[in-house]
């Protein structure tokens, strides 16, 4: 059954990887889907390219950096002007930025980490829930991560960006109860997108290093799980939803070919 059709889906970060291929699925199952992060070339060479696909409605796109709380405003007004109510909002946009101990750590990486992973997704959670609220009908969705279930070697502060999101995951579901509004994380380990290039910034080789030898997740692949979990029934609220390629166990066990 699909309970996806005819739903309004805000999508941040759907430039790349998860949030784009979010954003794919959930337009093949027929949701009308508003675009956001903040390349917008990439947002309207993406919503051209859906809205040439059959059957799909034609995406909406809003150039939007979620740390920026004025534009979010800008982005609720814009909603409301064209009578949009939002159903399903998708916290993807969010990014690592290196590999260091935190004694040699970078203020400026822990910044774009904790403004982008977790107040960008609070300032978006801010915005949209309550009108969720009111029409007794929503579904947020978070994109955790493994990092968010265990630390590993030099990951420490975006790893507490994504302990945070687990954390507002219940946090948020605690505070909706007795509404119809769910709240759900889909957390995922190793997977292959743009994710190590921007970690290491442009630094191609480096990021190819992290996938050598395994056969990581793909975008398209959380997409899948990200669908399941927003098209259960209204009466289902999954948590949080761990999942790994295969090759992974834990992020300290992955079955790597030399
Ligand atoms: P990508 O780098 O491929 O995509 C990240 C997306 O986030 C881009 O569309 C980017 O768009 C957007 N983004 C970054 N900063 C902002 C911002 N300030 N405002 C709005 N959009 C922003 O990475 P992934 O697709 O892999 O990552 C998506 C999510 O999944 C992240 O939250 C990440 O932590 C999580 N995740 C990733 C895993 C992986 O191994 N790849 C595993 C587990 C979780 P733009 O630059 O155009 O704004
Ligand atoms: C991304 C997964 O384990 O590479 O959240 O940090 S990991």
Known sequence: MNRIRGKTAVVTGATAGIGEACARSLAEMGARVVLTAR??????????????????IPPLVHTLDVR????????????DDRDLAVDILVNNAGLARGLDTVQEGSHDDWDEMIDTNVKGLLNMTRAILPGMIERDSG?????????GHWVYPKGNVYCATKY???????????????????????????????????????????????????APLVAEDI?????????????????????????QRSPYVLARES
Do not use: Q
């Not at 390349?39 to 799909?56: E, N």
């Not at 709380?69 to 609720?76: L, P, V, W």
């Not at 505070?175 to 997108?193: F, H, I, K, Q, W």
């Open 223 to 247: 997409a899948d799980a990200v669908c399941y979990v927003l098209n259960t029934p209204p009466h289902v609220n999954v948590l949080h939803l761990v999942m790994m390629p295969t090759v």
């Open 39 to 56: 390349r917008s070339d990439r947002l309207a060479a993406l919503a051209a390219d859906i809205a040439g696909k059959t059957g799909a």
């Open 139 to 147: 579904h947020v969705l978070n994109l955790g991560s493994i990092a």
């Open 68 to 79: 920026d709380r004025a534009a979010i405003d800008g982005f609720m007004a814009w909603l």
């Open 164 to 214: 945070a999101v687990r954390a507002l995951t219940e946090g948020t579901n605690v505070d909706v109860v007795g509404t119809n509004v769910r709240v759900s994380s889909v957390d995922p380990g190793l997977a292959e997108t743009e994710f190590s290039v921007v970690r290491f910034r442009g630094d191609e080789d480096r990021a190819l290093g992290v996938y050598e030898g395994t």
